[in-house]
């Protein structure tokens, strides 16, 4: 079932970037085709990482899929633009920066974030490495931090249980909430912040771990 379940949620992405066309050009979109195309992309992946039959390898890789093309529909509303309210605020920090060579500029929009320029100043390196606009480094930046934090959390709940299954079970269950969705999924603070979050948690364990074996 691998094969189908890959293209179910292709088509799940491509139905969310028919609504994205449909709600920038018309001005209006079916909401239930927005969560039917989501379902697509959810409900086949959390069967399929579910299975007995996949590997654990398997389950990584998929939920790895899943959360990725999850954070594609977000992109795939306004592929080439930032739309909402954070993200004007910190793609002004990052046009500053690219522009200036200067950390700490002013931010009329939202003046603290000025001061916590991470993000941006991971955002314009990659502008600058690759030659991308700053949409797309941003979405690049925002595709490895979900990276990190998907396998982060899964791997944090596998060393916890034992269980890389029950680590998959908990980045699904975590991938439903709508923050996941819609916040988590925008050029913003939280969006780098929490993988980096769970990353340190996972890298503590870590260290705690060999330090005990160690005494």
Known sequence: WAGPVILLV????LGQAWIGYEGRTVGSSSP??????LCMIYTPSAALIMSWRLSDSAKVWFTLYMSLALLATRFLQYPNLFAYHDELAHQGIAVSIDQTGHLFGPNSIL????????ME?????????TGLSLHTSGF??????RIIMTLALI??????TGSATAGCLTALIYAASQEYIFFNSQFSYASLALPLGFFCVYVFTRRAESANSLA
Do not use: N
């Not at 003046?111 to 991470?118: D, S, T």
């Not at 690049?140 to 931090?145: E, G």
């Open 10 to 13: 292709a088509f799940g992405a």
């Open 140 to 145: 690049v930046m925002l595709s490895m931090a």
């Open 111 to 118: 003046p603290e974030a000025a001061y916590y320029p991470g």
């Open 121 to 129: 100043i991971a955002t314009t390196a990659i502008q600058h490495l």
């Open 155 to 160: 791997w944090i709940i596998q060393r916890i």
């Open 32 to 37: 239930i085709l927005f969560y039917i195309t």
